[in-house]
């Protein structure tokens, strides 16, 4: 499981054929691939590191403070783009990526767990399998790359 962090002043979601959009402050937009094999011990360990990195400036202007010290949101969108390889050719190859059933179970589970770990009304999320525009104003910018294995 990879899971791409990113500190933001604001972060958005907009699907159009769907009439859906979702908006947070203060916080972190978190794209998240699932890859083969991945299991709810992958899902666990990623949710919980992602929750609780300590990236946001303390007094001292050092990161050191949680998502939940800031008291600030999270908008997680599935990326199965996240595991694409382009080693070879220009073309990338997502062979790495979990099938989409199995992966939506497991971004479902990971959206539960963060939801245990902050609280539910301090997460938003994004259709899986949709077609999304995503609004990113970094913070920083500061972005980390977490994975399970």
Known sequence: M???VQ???SGGVKITSENYEKNIGHGIVL????KE????EDVNFVADKCSNLRIFSDENDKMNLSLKDINGEMLIISQFT?????RKGNRPSFTESENPELANNLYEKFIERVKENIGNEKVK??????MMEVTIIND???TIMVESK
Request: proline share 4%; no cysteine.
């Open 125 to 130: 999320t994004g259709i899986f399998q949709a």
């Open 140 to 142: 920083g910018p500061v």
């Open 2 to 4: 990879r899971a791409l």
């Open 31 to 34: 794209l998240l691939g699932v």
């Open 37 to 40: 094999g991945d299991t709810i």
């Open 82 to 86: 996240l595991y694409g390889d382009a």
């Open 7 to 9: 500190r933001v002043k």
